[in-house]
């Protein structure tokens, strides 16, 4: 057994049992570097800690995640808020995928006595279903899992979002206003007319905007997006841009997990690069997106370039 495991239950977005103790493993690998020329802010300074004030979205303290003989989290330690726009930006293998999973209740972190490495809206436990209604998640596994459903069209994909499911519970009841909410965030993600048809048959692009409007039929105060453009042409990568543009601009935070710097769009304004597990750099986009940074976080020489709003990173 290792530490970071699966849990076990047969539903484990339902687990209420917090986070399951892992025993203890073999020699620790050495902590990941860091920018030596960058100081980290003190993720815990930067909200207001008053008895009135929200709790994080996402606060993670020293989080460590084992699978087999990997570290694939080592003591990452962050805090989100609400109206904060970020971008977790690193290459793969740095623990990106790690921290959705840990965020969806898939992986759970090494347990420590009387202490909760990860808390979501303040909560060391929580039901993914119930999260969904406070924090939408959108990833490229949910727009497989719906596309394999047979006969699925866009309007019941959609209502799944109110049951955290794939397919509409036998048992199910579907109110009138269930459904005008289905159609109302077609429309605000630009999908209204796709919605009589089969989700098969639409595009990855197209795919994208249903599945934001599946996560905004809760109105959640925020939208964790993993790699949102991925296999989108330019075309419609610059459309899926846009919208989340229009969705930051409508007050709902965007907690962006990417390699691509591209997707960082401008009113993204904090970037966390992540470089084996832990927290290399930590700080706005002119300070963190540097060819100096990213050359070191994804282990190449790279040239970063910016155009307008937009960063871009090339090859030397």
């Known amino acids: 057994m290792n530490g970071g495991m699966r849990c076990r239950c047969d539903n484990h977005g339902a687990c209420r049992s917090g986070f ?11 902590r990941p570097h860091r ?25 993670l303290d020293r989080a460590t995640v084992v699978r087999g003989q990997a570290t694939v989290l080592d003591a990452l330690t962050l805090r989100i808020v609400a109206g904060q726009h970020t971008a977790l930006l690193g290459p793969n293998g740095c623990g990106k995928s790690t921290f959705i999973k840990l965020i969806n209740r898939e992986l759970y ?53 109110f049951f955290a499911s794939f397919m509409l519970p036998s048992d199910a009841e579907v109110s009138e206003p269930m459904r005008e909410r289905a159609r109302e965030a077609l429309q605000r993600v630009g999908a209204g ?8 048959e639409i595009s990855t692009g197209e795919m994208r905007r249903v599945l934001i409007a599946r996560a905004l039929v809760h109105q959640p105060q925020a939208l964790l997006l993993d790699e949102p453009t991925a296999g989108l042409d330019l075309v419609a990568q610059r459309d899926f ?3 989340l543009k229009e969705l930051a601009g409508q007050g709902i935070t965007l907690v962006l997990v990417t390699h691509h710097i591209e997707e960082i769009v401008a009113e993204i304004d904090r970037v966390i690069l992540l470089r084996g ?40």
């Open 20 to 30: 399951h103790p892992s025993p203890a493993y073999g020699v620790r690998p050495p």
């Open 35 to 59: 920018n030596p020329h960058i100081s980290l802010p003190n993720p815990f300074a930067a909200a207001d800690l008053s008895p009135q004030a929200p709790p994080p979205l996402i606060e």
């Open 109 to 161: 972190p090494l347990a420590r006595e009387g202490e909760a490495p990860v808390k979501v809206m303040g909560q060391q436990r929580w039901v993914v279903n119930e999260l969904r209604t406070r924090l939408g998640v959108v990833t490229g596994d949910l727009s497989r899992d719906l596309q394999d459903m047979p006969h699925l069209d866009v309007e019941t994909a959609v209502l799944t979002g």
């Open 193 to 200: 007319a796709l919605i009589a048809r089969q989700v098969a």
């Open 241 to 243: 841009l846009q919208l």
């Open 277 to 316: 597990g832990g927290v290399y750099a930590d700080g706005t986009r002119a300070s963190t997106l540097t060819s100096e940074n990213l050359s070191a976080v994804f282990g190449g020489e790279l040239r970063v370039r910016r155009e307008g709003e937009r960063y871009f990173a090339s090859s030397t």
